[in-house]
């Protein structure tokens, strides 16, 4: 005779997140040498209080609570963003502790003719010269023989 019994079992919910810019791409604006794009993250079952937005090249940027939007700052090219949370990267995989993370591309203003200006590291409008002369001929006839 088998006789029944009560197994108890615990799970451990399984932690993730988003972390989703409004578009792939920013575009710069003349004189400037970055954009911005607003994103929208969330952490489901966070193991700790904090998490943090973080891409080389900036400062980590800090969050609280589970969820809400930022603006992130892309420099010229792109840059790569990633979410974490307990030290263990989120986005977009969970691929603890890194993950692939997030690309957003940013480039200069086509409409306005911008291009990207190394040296001075900014986008800017490049400068059109217009070229001009004068002939002079050393005779006022010729003769053709």
């Known amino acids: 005779m088998t006789t029944a019994k009560n197994v108890t ?3 451990t919910p399984v932690m993730s997140g988003t972390l989703v810019p409004a578009s792939s791409y920013c575009v710069i604006e003349t004189g400037l040498s970055s954009c911005t794009v607003n994103s929208s993250w969330s952490v489901t079952n966070p ?3 904090t998490s943090a937005i973080t891409a080389s090249g900036m400062s980590d940027i800090n969050l609280t609570g589970t969820s809400g939007t930022k603006l992130l700052t892309v420099p010229y090219s792109s840059r790569t963003f990633y979410l974490y949370n307990n030290a263990k990267s989120l986005v977009p995989t969970s691929e603890s502790p890194t993950g692939s993370g997030v690309t957003v591309s940013a480039f200069c203003n086509t409409k306005t003719g911008d291009v ?3 040296t001075l590291g900014k986008c800017e409008t490049p400068v059109v010269e217009t070229m001009s002369g004068t002939l002079v001929p050393e005779s ?3 003769v053709i023989t």
């Open 140 to 142: 006022s006839s010729c």
């Open 116 to 118: 990207w200006n190394p």
């Open 47 to 49: 193991e700790g209080a």
């Open 9 to 11: 079992a615990t799970f």
